[in-house]
């Protein structure tokens, strides 16, 4: 009774510290939820429009997918300065690294137009394989008009995570949900006007989608500075924010030794998935189509665990920041733990609603029965994803960004990439076989996390030195 009492203590945490992870990851699950089911409910509308309408929307957002990753990773690094600052009271480093961020997504724009301005089309041309489910050139240009309006959205969605990002790590995480809710309600509203052609608008297909997306990331940018600015009080990093440009040499130092592994593991690490679609399309455009639905639709039901990795980056580095190991030690074994318990009801529920909802879609049975069969896959899968997604934001909360670079990039194109470029060319499996044991070799990755985390290498205070100084 004694050591069932003691393995309770160890793993599962209080009501205290349930209410202190909710008061973090809640408001980030619910932004994530109603994010996702917005993307859900665009999914549904573009795939009403048809196959190759949603197969080349789902091409083009691969490119936005690497894109997005990049800016994520480009801001972990200073990310994990802004938590530490935070729980050492310094808010002249939290202004810093704010300042870092906005630098970082300059120049990640700055390259992301050059590629998607010059080079979309052989790139969107290597996920274009002809089959008996849509045509390959109608596509491509469903596909290109649908980016060229979406590279608009890229500074405001850049900017737009500088902000929340920092908000989050400083504490706030309820204006990025409530900015997130209103750019996922004006997405969708303007969806509907702008690809069907209501209110007396002129139906606008792929592009009403584009045009849509743009609006919206407008919007939630413009939430996020003006609340910042209007309550500089409550958040002293915006005050002075933009009176100087000054980042000390040894805090952009530090940033770019701890956040340039981070940077280049988001850009490698979306590259290589998206290699790894690109893959399984040699198959055809039915694949490319069944994964965009099984895609959108398990994110649905992945929303838990994935917010959970904001709980551990922000309670982790906070407790880390202020010297409290053992806290730090406690939370990270209580919230895997806890991702885990969450994704046994959530892969149950994927599993048992993978047959209903790809009928929502305007696309063949032959389209449907792939998503199915993908979605049982993913299901499947949950509790690998959900450890390896703690393990890597443990490890980052301590700022060991070459390991985190090893652990999770380095493994997509040494394991994950060669397994599905055999599987995909050289064997006769049915292609859910080959997503399913190309995801499979995460199982690896899990010992590997699992070793690295109970070692405790992730343990560093990487801000008790100031060098912010």
């Known amino acids: 009774m004694h050591s069932e009492n003691s393995l309770r203590r160890r793993y599962i945490g209080d009501k205290a510290f349930y209410a202190m992870v909710f008061s973090i990851v809640l408001p980030v699950i619910v932004q994530n939820t109603v994010a996702n089911f917005v993307n859900l409910l665009d999914n549904v509308m573009v795939g009403r429009i048809g196959t190759e309408q949603m197969s080349g929307v789902s091409i083009a957002n691969q490119l936005m997918f690497v894109f997005n990753l990049c800016i994520f990773g480009g801001l972990s690094g200073a990310g994990i300065f802004t938590a ?8 002249d480093g939290v202004r810093y690294t704010m300042r870092f961020k906005i630098y970082t997504s300059l120049f990640v724009l700055c390259v992301a137009l050059i590629v998607f301005g010059f080079f979309a089309e052989p790139i969107i041309r290597l996920y ?10 109608t596509t491509l240009g469903y596909s290109l008009r649908y980016l060229r309006v979406m590279m608009l959205g890229l500074a405001p969605f850049a900017f737009s995570q500088c902000y929340a990002g920092t908000l989050r790590e400083t504490g706030e995480t309820v204006m990025p949900m409530k900015a997130s809710i209103a750019e996922v309600l004006t997405n969708l509203g ?9 209110l007396g608008l002129p139906a606008l297909g792929v592009v009403g989608a584009a ?30 924010l933009y009176h100087s440009l000054y980042i000390p040499g ?9 956040g340039m592994p981070l940077l280049a593991n ?99 049975a032959d389209v449907r029965a792939l998503a199915t069969k993908f979605l049982w896959c993913s299901a499947a899968l949950m ?47 049915p292609v859910h076989w ?22 405790g290498i992730w343990v560093h205070n990487i801000v008790g030195s100031s060098v912010a100084a």
């Open 190 to 198: 303007l969806n509907y006007i702008l690809i069907f052609g209501k």
């Open 266 to 364: 988001e850009a490698l690490w979306s590259v290589g998935t998206t290699m790894l679609t690109q893959q399984y399309s040699l198959r055809g455009l039915t694949v490319i189509a069944a994964l965009s639905i099984s895609s959108t639709v398990s994110n649905m039901f992945s929303v838990v665990f994935m917010s959970l990795g904001t709980a551990v980056a922000i309670l982790v580095g906070q407790a880390l920041g202020a010297d409290d190991v053992p806290r730090a030690k406690d939370t990270v074994r209580k919230l895997i733990v806890f991702s885990l318990m969450t994704c046994v009801v959530f892969g149950g529920l994927l599993a048992a609603f993978a047959p209903l909802l790809p009928m929502l879609y305007n696309t063949t």
């Open 434 to 455: 080959v997503y399913l044991l190309t995801q499979g070799t995460e199982g690896l990755k899990c010992v590997i996390g699992y070793i690295l985390v109970k070692k």
């Open 250 to 258: 040894r805090l952009v130092g530090s940033i770019i030794r701890k």
């Open 128 to 137: 274009l394989t002809e089959d008996s489910s849509g045509d390959v050139e």
């Open 211 to 240: 045009v849509a997306t743009v609006v919206s990331r407008l919007v939630g940018l413009g939430i996020l500075v003006i609340y910042t600015h209007r309550h500089s009080e409550r958040h002293a990093f915006a005050h002075g």
């Open 84 to 91: 530490q600052y935070y729980g050492a009271r310094d808010d």
């Open 383 to 429: 509790l690998i994803h959900s450890f390896n997604h703690c393990c890597y934001f443990t490890l980052r909360s301590g700022g060991k960004t070459v390991i985190t670079f090893l652990y999770d990039c380095a493994f997509t194109w040494l394991v994950m990439l060669p397994a599905a470029f055999v599987l995909a060319r050289y064997t006769a499996l």
